[in-house]
């Protein structure tokens, strides 16, 4: 419910790549609907992609979200700075409150479309905190992996996850590959022995002791026994913290990892209830978020005849 006491036919939770694009399309179907941003979007932290088509000499986060604020703006699309901290439905509508720079305060909507991303893992670095958000150490070789073509690369994990992305950055950039467990230890069986050796990719199981740090990279890694290792470019292979409360609280279907689960058009199991970008499982690209929000907006507009005539139940 807007201040003029209207309920919206959409809220939108995030102000990322996902958030920013259902926005543009829901301005454009002239709908009523309201974006919600905390101010904190994991692709802030983007140095330069170079994947993003049309940009074929690259972009910043910082450059993406604002040229998206700034081409939402062209329809007066309505932003409200805060969080929304809870989602509830009743009588077929979501209720939500948000906290912001004004106090409290409530909107009731048809439909909402969760936008609100994912959290890195930090990898825990000797008096080196947030490293990934301070671009010390990289979180995509699919976004950038082709500039580190060749170069000693480090790559932080363990488990499955860890050695999968160490595969893959062996397979398809460079033959210099460490993976570096952070002393969690791998017991190794003889199937990821073979794709350790097929592959040349080096392990270190010692935790971490101390680093070199010059400019805005990381040059050098010593373990607790005194070894040193060098490298051009780290990236870390620990994983996302899908940030899907606000959906699950209300009894979405996800993954293990939190990620929420979708049909074709980015429905989640509940009525009404759209998911898009990082908080969805899949591939977690910007091009792929807007993508999903793309459809969900489409959706949630091809749905909204008055009167509105509900879902009997969710996508999935």
Known sequence: MTEDGTTL???????????????LYLARFNRRFVLVDSGDPRAAWIPTSHNIPVFADGISGPDILGRQRAHIARYDAPVLDGAVTAIGKADGLFEAEIEG????RELRARRVLLA?????????????PDAVRRGLVRYCP????????????????FGDHGLGEAVFVARTYSSDVTLLTLGQGMDLDADEQRRIAEHGIKVVHEPIGALDVEGSRITAIRTGSGAEHRFEVLYSALGLKPRSSLATQLGAKCDETGAL????????????????????????QIVVAMGHAAIAATDIHNRCELPTEEEADGGV
């Open 9 to 23: 036919d959409c809220l939108i939770v995030g102000g990322g790549p996902a958030g920013l694009t259902a926005a």
């Open 101 to 104: 720079p004004a106090g409290r």
């Open 116 to 128: 609100t991303g994912a959290a890195d893992v930090e990898p825990d670095l000797p008096d080196l």
């Open 142 to 157: 699919i976004c950038d992996g082709y500039e580190a073509a060749g170069r000693k690369i480090g790559v932080i994990g």
């Open 261 to 284: 689960l979708v049909d074709d058009h980015n429905r989640t199991s509940i009525a009404g209830l759209y998911a898009a970008g990082g908080v969805v499982r899949g591939l977690d």
